[in-house]
Structure formats: structure tokens, C-alpha cells
């Protein structure tokens, strides 16, 4: 086998069947699985996967585990060789699986690698962070919320600066369309359980770094996000709680303290 695709659920049954549509539509000439982590959504999506997609893989979990935990369970079932975390508010628009897999195939110092994303309108979308930009990241988010929006625009002028034409190595790829090397993972471990979401696949990938890999952007790859469909009230709270997290575990005591300190409302 040579990828399992991993997409975690929760309460997304349009967007996860869209999702699947998707890569059963693009995926050519490649080995391939399937596997749907529900974390107890209640929604029918189980249902209505099972009804639509006889052969695709359904983890039934009893509770909501949260992102990284609960793509660590279909990692234990998977058979692949990379395994390829998939948000379900996503589609692809090419044969993205085939081409991020290709790449891993030629890079053998490559354990993580993603590609480009893109809006629904086919506006490219945080796809990967350049450097060691998490500190960055914090500080401008603290002057986002002290001066909104020249912060704002100073960020959106970033990101239409950023070179998505070529191979490039990164510090980091977004969780949306994460393909990772099952034989490092088995050896470093999967997600941290510190997370609920965010932030876990850059400390994941902040790992691998330190053991020696690299992180990849490959932009022939092409998948439409439909960022924000899939967060709730509750998202801000997760996301401070990882932030501080984050920085504890990949910086010390000191940044988490800084980091709870910035981010406080």
C-alpha cells in the first residue's frame, strides 16, 4: 500500500463526502486507502459514508479526542506507506495524493511534505510557514489585536508575497494536507496529546526537525480548503490553550509563559 488517506470528522457530513468524491475522483495510479476518524458526530455522517463509500475505512470513536489523537488512531490502522492527514473541509483538484507521494519516493530525507491550498474561488490560502516563524506568528498576533487592521494587511501582504511557484524546503506544513512517513512516525511517535487542535502538527513537524528530516512544499500538489467551515465557539480557546502548549514543549517554561502572557485576552 502506498498511502492512507486520514481524514478526521466531526459533525461534517457534507463536507466530509464532498471530500471523498474528491479523492476517489482524482487519485490515479497509485495503491491507496481510505480511513474516516469519527470523533462521535452526530450528524449521521457515519451513515452516510458508510451508505456512500462501502470501502473506505470507518474509526468510530466514543468521544470527541480532538485532531491530532484522533488521526494517531488511524495511523495504527493504516497500511501505507505515508500516510496523508486530510482536513474534511477540503477537495482536491488534482492528482495531489500521487504527486506528494512521487516526491516522498525521490526524497528519502523528506518525512513530511504538502502542497499548495487554495479558497473556493481559487485564492491561494496559508498552505506552509517559511523559517523558524512561530515567534513571528505570536508577535504579530498580539499587534493584531492592539492595531487590527494595518497588522492585517501587513499579514495579507506577506502572504501574497510568498514564492509558491518552486520545491522549497519549509519549516512547516498546515495540518489541512499533511502527508508524513509512516516509518518515522513509528519511530518518533504521532501527535502530541497535549493538543486538542492546533498547533500539533507544527510540533510534530518541529520533531522531525530536530531528528534530522525535512519538511517539503511541492506545489504541482493542488487542493482547495475551505478554511473556517469546520471551527466552532469554542476554536479561540483551543487555539490558546495549544499556542502556550506549543511553546512549552518546543522552547521551555520561559516562551509559554511569554506566550500565555501575549495571547490573554
Not at 23 to 47: A, F, G, L, P, Q
Not at 199 to 225: D, N
Request: hydrophobic residues 35%; neutral net charge.
Amino acid at each position: 500500500m502506498d498511502v492512507s488517506v486520514i481524514i478526521v470528522s466531526y459533525n461534517t457530513k457534507k463536507l466530509i463526502t464532498d471530500c471523498i468524491s474528491s479523492v476517489i475522483e482524482k487519485t490515479k495510479d497509485i495503491d491507496y486507502e481510505i480511513i474516516v476518524v469519527d470523533n462521535n458526530s452526530t450528524d449521521n455522517s457515519v451513515e452516510e459514508i458508510k451508505n456512500k463509500f462501502p470501502n473506505v475505512i470507518v474509526i468510530e470513536n466514543k468521544e470527541n479526542i480532538g485532531f491530532g489523537l484522533a488521526n494517531n488512531e488511524g495511523f495504527k490502522k493504516a497500511s501505507g506507506r505515508y500516510l496523508f492527514c486530510l482536513n474534511p473541509d477540503t477537495v482536491l483538484i488534482n492528482n495531489a495524493v500521487k504527486i506528494l507521494s512521487d516526491f516522498m519516493d525521490k526524497n528519502n530525507d523528506c518525512a513530511a511534505c504538502g502542497g499548495n491550498l487554495y479558497d473556493e474561488k481559487l485564492n491561494p490560502v496559508h498552505s506552509f510557514g517559511y523559517g523558524d516563524n512561530t515567534h513571528t506568528l505570536l508577535f504579530r498576533r498580539t499587534l493584531m489585536k492592539l492595531f487590527w487592521l494595518g497588522e492585517y494587511l501587513k499579514i495579507k501582504r506577506y502572504e501574497k508575497s510568498i514564492d509558491r511557484t518552486k520545491i522549497q524546503q519549509v519549516n512547516h506544513i498546515t495540518g489541512a494536507d499533511l502527508m508524513l512517513r509512516k516509518s518515522v512516525i513509528d519511530k518518533l511517535g504521532g501527535f502530541s496529546d497535549k493538543f486538542f487542535m492546533y498547533f500539533e502538527e507544527t510540533e510534530l513537524e518541529a520533531r522531525l526537525k530536530r531528528a534530522g528530516y525535512k519538511i517539503y512544499f511541492v506545489p504541482e500538489s493542488k487542493i482547495i480548503h475551505l478554511e473556517g467551515k469546520t471551527k466552532n465557539e469554542k476554536s479561540h480557546s483551543y487555539y490558546c490553550h495549544s499556542c502556550v502548549e506549543y511553546y512549552r514543549l518546543c522552547y521551555g517554561e520561559a516562551w509559554a509563559e511569554l506566550a500565555e502572557m501575549l495571547i490573554k485576552k
